[in-house]
């Protein structure tokens, strides 16, 4: 039989075209071998007594995924022009839903995707600050919350949520009204055995003072650091960094954006304290994932 075989195949060779006969065996092979050829897109699981947090490269805006073993929260969901990215990006992992999306403030740099989110993803419940705000992506999100059915909390000011072992709490805002709508920031401090993540949106210098005079020092610490407002200097005074005293910090923005974010007083501020500060908007850089295990947070490639 393997004679037979072989002179098939030598036939085979002279009398197709070329281009037919390596389609042949391409085939052959991908049947014999399929293990080989196929690529695995099987989304790597979540190591059980871990957490995940992805800072999405969404260009000019932020969007930080929570990924658990129980489930999954949203925070904001970058500018409607990085829709398709976050999307994909979520799909990539098999996200298919979310037990909690946050909104922390009604700017479209953090709310343009909200509908896509309510649309194409299964939401539990959602969490607003207690404002509103005149445009279109603002209504777009309000009308697609109702749609979908999802729960909606107002944030409150030392409020707290769980999602599996996570202990979330709700630290911003803390006064019933601002001048500027990014101190309407909801920020979140999220706790996992020893480790501890501080969100803050784009909660600015007004929102930082009155979360300190609330909570104190203590609560502020932690282990990584989301910096306000993209970096800009209106966010991350000197009192406040050194209160939450972070390891590493996050800075999401976009890549040569017009506003000049990250600015680069902040950057000093950071360096002159020691953190160790990832960004996404640097070449190369994309989105940032960091693990804790409930002792140790630590920096991966996203």
């Known amino acids: 039989m393997p004679r037979k075989r072989g002179r098939f195949i030598r036939k085979a060779r002279r009398l197709l075209p070329p281009v037919i006969v ?19 897109t099987t989304p790597a699981a979540i190591v059980s007594g871990s957490i995940e947090v992805h800072f999405i490269n969404v260009g000019q805006g932020d969007s930080i995924l929570i990924r658990t073993d129980s489930g999954n929260m949203l925070v904001d969901a970058g500018p409607g022009a990085a829709e398709e990215t976050l999307s994909d990006y979520l799909e990539r992992l098999g996200v298919t839903g979310f037990e909690y999306a946050v909104f922390t ?21 959602v969490i607003l600050p207690d404002c509103t705000y005149n445009s279109a992506t603002y209504n777009r999100m309000m009308e697609a919350i109702d ?6 909390i107002v944030a409150e000011t030392g409020a707290k949520f769980t999602l599996g072992e996570i202990k979330a709490t709700i630290l911003a805002p803390n006064s019933p009204d601002y001048k500027n709508t990014n101190d309407n920031s909801i920020v979140l401090k999220i706790e996992y055995g020893q480790t ?3 969100l803050t949106g784009d909660a600015e210098t007004v929102s930082e003072a009155e979360i300190l005079a609330t909570y104190g020092n203590d609560m502020l610490k932690c ?8 970096g800009s200097d209106t966010s991350t005074s000197p009192e406040f960094l050194t209160a939450v005293s972070p390891k590493y910090a996050v800075i999401s923005c976009g890549r040569g954006n017009s506003y000049g974010h990250p600015h680069a007083v902040t950057l000093q501020k950071l360096m002159n304290a020691g953190v160790t500060v990832f960004r996404t908007d640097e070449p190369g850089g994309g989105s940032i994932v960091f693990v804790s295990d409930g002792v140790i947070v630590t920096p991966k490639s996203g």
Do not use: C
């Open 196 to 198: 501890s993540f501080l």
């Open 147 to 152: 749609e979908s059915g999802a729960e909606v």
């Open 22 to 40: 390596i389609a042949i065996l391409l085939v052959a092979a991908y049947m014999a071998f399929p293990h080989i050829l196929r690529k695995d």
């Open 105 to 125: 403030h009604p700017h479209e740099d953090h709310i343009g995707g909200a509908d896509m989110i309510l649309t194409d993803f299964t939401v539990g419940s």
């Open 223 to 230: 282990d990584l650091l989301k910096v306000g407002h993209h």
